[in-house]
Each structure stands twice: as C-alpha cells, then as structure tokens.
C-alpha cells in the first residue's frame, strides 16, 4: 500500500522563477493538503484540495496556487519566487469522511531552495 | 500569534527514562490535539491522539495528557529507546477535518 508520494525532493530555484511541487495521497484517500514548513518552524497549511475544489486556505498569497486531478493527486505552485519562500513543502491526505481524529498521512516532502 | 506552543526546542533524556515533552495553546476552541513525530529526511508520523473530551489517552509506551483548563498537554514515553530520537510536533484542530495547527517542535534526544 503506497503512502503518499511527493516529487521532486529537492529542487533549487533563483528569485521571480515558478516552481511545480506533486503529490501522489495514500491510496483511498481523497483529500489532499499542503504545508510549508520553514527552517525551525512547524508545519503551516497551506490549503486543502477536496472533489478537485480548494476547500480551505490558510494566510498564504495568491502566488500559492494548487490543483487537484481526478486521481486525487495534487500540484502546488508558486509563482514570483521569494527568498523567503525556501522551506519543505509538506504534502498530507486524508479521508474528507475519515478519522475524526484529524489525522494526516504525510509525504517526506520537497524541498524548495530559492537563491 | 501562535495558538500552539512548545516552548522547549529540545530535551535530552537517558535511555530507559521517562521522556516528557509539553505543549501550550491558546485557543480555547480546539477539541482534538495530536503528536507527530518526524525523522530528519522523512515526513511527520502520526503518533498519537486525544479528544478534548477526555483528559488521557494511552498508546504502549505513549501517553497524552490533556488539562483543559490549563491549555496544556503533555506526552509521556516510558520507558524511552534509542529509536525515539526526532522532533515531536505537538497540533491541534477545530474539528476532524480542519487544518492541523502545529507547534515548532521539540527535538527528543535519547542517550544510550
């Protein structure tokens, strides 16, 4: 059984370029969220992918952008690159009828460097 | 403002020992809280969980407490191994299915 797949790893950028971050969920899941996780910090949403919509955000900048695909595999996208967007980007699913615990399954991530 | 805090960035404990790794938040609102660990180069694994309707929840070696009227919860690892060294993220959310919010973490070292 696959867990959740994120692609690429590691991927180094310059400043004003974009970046394409994909995630494969856990199989049977059908609720993809993304979270970026700075340098000393804990995971933060991003936002959640559901039915192909997005369904909640967090206080990212509409240079975040996502998309989710009939499989349930999932994009996100940054536009306009900023030092400060340097950080792992998290991908995690889950059931959107699922645990009511909460609980997330995660990728190991992409990290992202922006020079 | 951070609504989930963990105000030690790390811990060192003995093998065999108690681990004790604590966690504060600040929104009164949230009703279930969990632990994620995670391994350098890996992503966060659910550990364990607690609704805010009860006060323990025990798992093997893991236990999470939670006072309510402290805004405080705390996990529990005895006896502590070797393999128990990562960072623990302490998260809380509104419902099952709103966002996870994470504290910074707290890098657990255990010493053989």
């Known amino acids: 059984d696959a867990g959740v797949t994120q692609s690429p790893t590691h991927l180094i950028k310059t400043r004003g370029q974009q970046v394409t971050l994909r995630c494969s969920p856990k199989?049977?899941?059908?609720?993809v969220s993304w979270y970026q996780q700075a340098l000393g910090q804990g995971p933060q949403f991003i936002f959640q992918?559901?039915?192909?919509?997005?369904?909640q955000r967090g206080n990212f900048p509409d240079r975040f952008s996502g998309h989710q695909f009939p499989n349930y595999s999932s994009e996100l996208n940054v536009n306009a690159l900023l030092l400060g967007d340097s950080a792992l980007y998290l991908c995690?699913?889950?059931?959107?009828?699922?645990?009511?615990?909460?609980?997330?399954?995660f990728g190991e991530g992409s990290r992202l460097t922006v020079l | 403002d951070q609504q989930v805090k963990q105000n030690s960035p790390s811990l060192s404990v003995q093998e065999g020992r108690i681990s004790i790794l604590n966690c504060d938040y600040t929104?009164?609102?949230?009703?279930?809280f969990l632990w994620y660990k995670k391994y350098p180069a890996e992503g966060p694994t659910f550990l364990i969980s607690?609704?805010?309707?009860?006060d323990k929840n025990e798992d093997g070696r893991f236990t999470v407490f939670l006072n309510k009227s402290a805004k405080h919860l705390s996990l529990h690892i005895v006896p502590s191994q070797p393999g128990d060294s990562a960072v623990y993220f302490c998260?809380?959310?509104?419902?099952?299915?709103?966002?996870?919010?994470f504290g910074k973490g707290t890098r657990l070292s255990v010493i053989a």
């Open positions: 995690a699913s889950s059931l959107v009828q699922g645990s009511s615990t909460g609980e997330l399954f």
């Open positions: 199989s049977g899941h059908d609720t």
């Open positions: 992918y559901y039915e192909e919509e997005e369904r």
């Open positions: 929104n009164s609102m949230f009703d279930y």
């Open positions: 607690i609704s805010s309707i009860k």
């Open positions: 998260a809380a959310s509104l419902s099952g299915n709103t966002p996870l919010v």
